[in-house]
């Protein structure tokens, strides 16, 4: 099978289109024949293999998968004989453990990272669905609190995690704000934002509106202009930061929002995503009841994936990047052949 593989850490041009086995699967995986993948910031970082200090979860000299590729959607190949709720010909949606598999004509996912793909979404849209919506998702609900009435702003509104953020913010009850580049500003109100402030024009931390909950994604600002916009007993989560400091990454800020947290009354709350299956069910609940859709902003065919990762790792992503394919004709119809 065709898939997108890595023998080192570096640029984009360390990817290179493959052919290689196509994967085995254990007791409780499935084998999933890739029509999508989506495409996320952490794919661009294993790639590069950065921040250092990650190396030993990676792999030390070279990834310990070489197949880049998390968010994934397809069709039910092959179950292995412990798999209860699929069966083979099915369109799931998840996420590939094992940081990668993704990028490939087949991936070998563990069932219980895996769900019925929503009957609303195509192919591409649900394989943009899964890590984005988890961070939106598990930061607002989970380490934000986020219920009805509140005032959230989101900073880096029309990025991946941001264009979630804003959706699931409304279906809590919010009252949302977005931040967003000039371009962007009807983006953002188009998915549901309240208010839109054109960073460009007006910087949130200097004015007079105070929030119950920020989601920064942007990292653009200090910790303590950001608290200036919170409320006294408001949360931040900032979950933006680059990769200049190629050994720790955003790591000092999280220490430091952990440390002044301990001091403040406001709650500063980085946090890493956890994958969990009950969370892709409510995040496809969410889509069939019309209340979070995908915002694609390029696809790109298999081939090109290389040029997927790195728009990317540019940064000004709008909404999700999806890499796509037909793929190979089934297993089945092979063997018939």
Request: hydrophobic share 40%; charged share 20%; with cysteine.
């Amino acid at each position: 099978m065709k898939a997108i593989v890595q023998d080192t850490y570096g640029s984009a041009a360390v990817l290179e289109t493959r052919d290689v086995d196509k994967p085995e699967i254990g007791d409780d995986e499935v084998l999933v024949r890739v029509r999508a993948a989506g495409v996320n910031p952490g794919d661009w970082a294993i790639m590069s293999g950065l921040p250092y200090i990650a190396r030993p979860v990676y792999g030390l000299g070279k990834p310990k998968n070489a197949v880049r590729g998390t968010d994934v959607a397809g069709t039910v190949e092959a179950v292995g004989p412990g798999v209860r709720r699929l069966q083979p010909g099915e369109e799931v949606f998840g996420w590939c453990r094992g940081l990668g598999g993704a990028f490939a004509e087949y991936a070998s996912v563990s069932e219980d990272a895996l769900a019925p793909k929503p009957a609303n979404l195509s192919f591409e849209q649900a394989a943009a669905v899964p890590m984005a919506g988890f961070v939106a998702l598990q930061a607002l609900r989970d380490h934000g609190g986020v219920r009805a009435g509140q005032k959230v702003l989101i900073n880096g509104a029309s990025g991946g995690i941001g264009t979630f953020a804003v959706q699931i913010a409304k279906a809590l009850g919010a009252e949302v704000t977005g931040v967003c580049s000039t371009r962007n500003v009807d983006l953002v109100l188009s998915i549901g934002a309240d208010h839109v402030l054109d960073y460009t024009r007006e910087d949130f931390t200097q004015n007079d509106q105070r929030y119950d909950f920020i989601l920064d994604n942007v990292a653009n600002h200090s910790l303590s202009d950001l608290r200036r916009a919170l409320t006294p007993t408001g949360t931040l989560v900032p979950n933006g930061g680059g990769f200049d400091n190629h050994w720790f990454a955003g790591g000092g800020r999280v220490i430091h929002a952990h440390v002044l947290s301990r001091f403040v009354s406001q709650s500063l709350r980085p946090f890493v995503v956890s994958p969990r299956f009950e969370d892709l069910l409510v995040l496809k609940e969410l889509v069939e009841a019309g209340k979070l859709t995908p915002v694609i902003d390029r696809t790109y065919p298999l081939s090109e994936a290389s040029q997927a990762i790195g728009h990317v790792g540019e940064g000004h992503a709008r909404g999700k990047v999806v890499i796509r394919h037909n793929g190979p004709r089934p297993l089945r119809e092979e063997v018939r052949r």
